[in-house]
C-alpha cells in the first residue's frame, strides 16, 4: 500500500514535525512511502528515505532534493523531458500552523488529493484554544474555566494560573504563575507567540489522561489510555521525547466506567467533525469528572504508542476517508439566458 508523508510547514512546531515523521515511517513497515517536506518558504521537496534525517533539513540539505509541484490529485516531479505523479494519499504530519490551522487541509482538497488529517473546519476548532472551549461548551463536554487575553490586558482568573498562545502546541510558551511577580513575564513570553492567549485556573496535581482513535467503518476504533508522566504540565522538553519515542506506552489504571466516560466525552469531540483523521483528546479528572484539556488533530508521531498495531489501523483508516463532494457544473443556467436571447 502506498502511502505519502507530508512535514515541516512554516510553524513554531516546523523541528517537532521532522522528529514525528522519521519516528512514523519507520512505524509504517508494510507500506511504500514517499516523503515530502515542506520548507519554511512552502516549497515541497521529494526525500530519499536514506536521507530521512534530521540533519538533512537543518543544514539545508534538503535544498538540493527534487522540487516537487501540487497538481490534481498529487505531487509532480517535474523532469527536463517528462513528468512523475505521486498520487498516493497523504497523511498530514505538519504540526501547528499550516498542517493543524486548516491551510494543508484547504490545499488538498482544492487538488482533490486524498489525506489523512483534519478537514478545514475540525481544524478551527482544534487549532485555536478558545475555539476548542466553544466547540466542548456547544457538545456539553465540560473544560476547565477560562479567559481570552489579549496584549495589553490582564487576567481577572485569581492565582495559581496557566498562560497558553492560543494558537500553538507542544507547550511553546506556556507558563505557571503562581506569584504576582510572575504574571508580566509569563504573559510576554506568550504573546510572543501569539496575539491572544488562554488563561485557566492551574489544579496542582491534576490527573491527566491521554486518548486517541479515528473512525473506523461508521465506529471510533480507541486506544489505550494513558496516563502521561509529568510534573507540573508537560513541557516542550517531555512532549518532544514523547514526539521520537518508538516504546509502546502504558495503560493507565482505570476501572472500566471511568474509561467509558473518557471515551465518551471522545466520541462526542469527533463525530461529525474529525472524520478522516487520527486524533488524540488530552482530558483533566477531577472529582470522578472529565474535563477536555486539548484536542491534538494531529498528534506526535500520530499517537502510534497508544495502539497495538498502528500500521494496520493507518491501512484501515484510509479505507476509511470521507469522499469529498464536489459541485457539478454544466452551464445550464448561462445556455438557458442564451436560448433565451436567440444567441
Not at 4 to 33: Q, R
Not at 36 to 50: E, I, P
Not at 130 to 151: F, M, N, P, R
Request: a negative charge.
Amino acid at each position: 500500500m502506498k502511502l505519502t508523508i507530508l512535514f515541516g510547514g512554516a510553524s513554531y512546531e516546523h523541528e517537532i514535525s521532522i522528529v514525528s515523521a522519521i519516528t512514523v515511517m519507520d512505524k509504517l513497515s508494510s507500506f511504500d512511502i514517499t516523503l515530502v517536506f515542506c520548507d519554511q518558504d512552502h516549497q515541497f521537496y521529494k526525500v530519499d528515505t536514506k536521507e530521512m534525517k534530521a540533519k538533512s533539513f537543518s543544514s539545508g540539505a534538503h535544498k538540493k532534493m527534487p522540487l516537487l509541484h501540487v497538481i490534481k490529485g498529487g505531487f509532480e516531479l517535474r523532469k527536463t523531458f517528462s513528468k512523475e505523479l505521486f498520487n498516493a494519499p497523504v497523511l498530514n504530519l505538519i504540526h501547528g500552523g499550516d498542517g493543524e490551522d486548516g491551510t494543508i487541509a484547504s490545499i488538498l482538497d482544492f487538488y482533490n488529493i486524498a489525506y489523512i488529517g483534519p478537514r478545514k473546519e475540525a481544524s478551527v476548532f482544534s487549532f485555536d484554544k478558545g475555539y476548542t472551549k466553544w466547540l466542548a461548551d456547544s457538545l456539553h463536554v465540560k473544560s476547565l474555566e477560562y479567559e481570552i487575553v489579549c496584549q495589553g490586558e490582564k487576567p481577572s482568573i485569581a492565582l495559581p494560573i496557566i498562560i497558553k498562545p492560543a494558537r500553538l502546541g507542544s507547550s511553546i510558551g506556556v507558563s505557571i504563575v503562581k506569584e504576582a511577580s510572575e504574571l508580566e513575564y509569563a504573559l510576554d513570553l506568550a504573546f510572543e507567540f501569539d496575539e491572544r492567549v488562554v488563561v485557566e485556573p492551574f489544579v496542582a496535581g491534576v490527573k491527566e489522561y491521554n486518548l486517541a482513535g479515528c473512525n473506523l467503518d461508521g465506529k471510533i476504533k480507541y486506544s489505550i489510555v494513558e496516563e502521561p508522566e509529568k510534573q507540573d504540565f508537560l513541557d516542550f522538553d517531555k512532549k518532544y521525547r514523547d514526539f521520537s519515542r518508538s516504546s509502546k506506552a502504558n495503560e493507565a489504571q482505570l476501572d472500566a466506567f471511568m474509561v467509558e466516560k473518557l471515551q465518551e466525552a471522545f466520541s462526542k469531540i469527533y463525530n461529525g467533525l474529525f472524520e478522516g483523521a487520527l486524533i488524540r483528546c488530552d482530558f483533566f479528572v477531577i472529582e470522578n469528572e472529565v474535563y477536555l484539556n486539548e484536542i491534538n488533530p494531529i498528534p506526535g508521531s500520530m499517537a502510534h504508542y497508544l495502539f497495538e498495531d498502528f500500521d494496520a489501523l493507518i491501512q484501515n483508516l484510509l479505507k476509511n476517508l470521507p469522499t469529498q463532494k464536489r459541485a457539478q457544473v454544466n452551464y445550464q443556467y448561462i445556455h438557458s439566458i442564451n436560448q433565451a436571447k436567440g444567441k
